[in-house]
């Protein structure tokens, strides 16, 4: 059964760049149907999506967060990863990584357990 | 962007009764849209996608409704475990968004 992981600093500094990983276990990164994308939520607030990214490197981000947002894909290793740069207080959140489809049914049908990144001096 | 609008912002509702949720988008999306459930530290539960169809394994109390731009979550017997945040969320092109959520809480 396919499951994702969320790592990475849970502190970052103002100003700083904002880094994470998904392991991806139990099932192929490389699929043709899927994309990968991270999805946040600042404490206490609804859920924003970041930016999806297939594994042939094909991304689609926020578009009020595309300046800042770098996601990339490896293959080999089982992981996507998200950069988010010159990070605010406005960045604190729990970032979740999560799976949707290609096709006509892109929802998020598959969740990691999120990590919370507080941006603070 | 569509902007996703969901009413009320919280709603009271008394177990075993009837609980209903709306989403407007801003412009059509089609029947391209999802609910999901978030307890209170918990992952968002996919409920509904299509507008109608029922994830694997929610229960048939759970039913979405709707199309264009107007969509319904309706809970029709409300469990204990119901209580919780609900989300729409449309997934008709880039970007997706997600609505404010709906608090359902016990009266």
């Known amino acids: 059964q396919l499951q994702l992981q969320e790592s990475g600093p849970g502190l970052v500094k103002p100003s700083e760049t904002l880094s994470l990983t998904c392991n991806v276990s139990?099932?192929?990164?490389?699929?043709?149907?899927?994309?990968w994308a991270w999805i946040r939520q600042p404490p206490g607030k609804g859920l924003e999506w970041i930016g999806s990214i297939h594994y042939s490197g094909s991304t689609n981000y926020r578009p009020s967060l595309e300046s800042r947002v770098t996601m990339s894909i490896h293959t080999s290793k089982t992981y996507f990863s998200l950069r988010l740069s010159s990070v605010t207080a406005a960045d604190t959140a729990v970032y979740y990584c999560?799976?949707?489809?290609?096709?006509?049914?892109?929802?998020?049908?598959?969740w990691g357990r999120g990590t919370l990144v507080t941006v603070s001096s | 962007e569509i902007v996703m609008t969901q009413s009320p912002a919280t709603l009271s509702v008394s177990p075993g009764e009837r609980a209903t949720l709306s989403c407007r988008a801003s412009?059509?999306?089609?029947?391209?849209l999802a609910w999901y459930q978030q307890k209170p530290g918990q992952v968002p539960r996919l409920l509904i996608y299509g507008a109608t169809a029922r994830a694997t394994g929610i229960p048939a109390r759970f039913s979405g409704s709707g199309s264009g731009t107007d969509f319904t979550l309706t809970i029709s017997s409300l469990q204990s475990e119901d209580f919780a945040v609900y989300y729409c969320q449309h997934y008709n092109n880039w970007p997706y968004t997600f609505g404010q959520g709906t608090k359902l809480e016990i009266k």
């Open positions: 139990g099932g192929s990164i490389t699929s043709d149907t899927y994309y």
């Open positions: 999560a799976r949707h489809e290609t096709g006509a049914f892109r929802f998020f049908g598959l």
């Open positions: 412009q059509s999306v089609s029947s391209n």
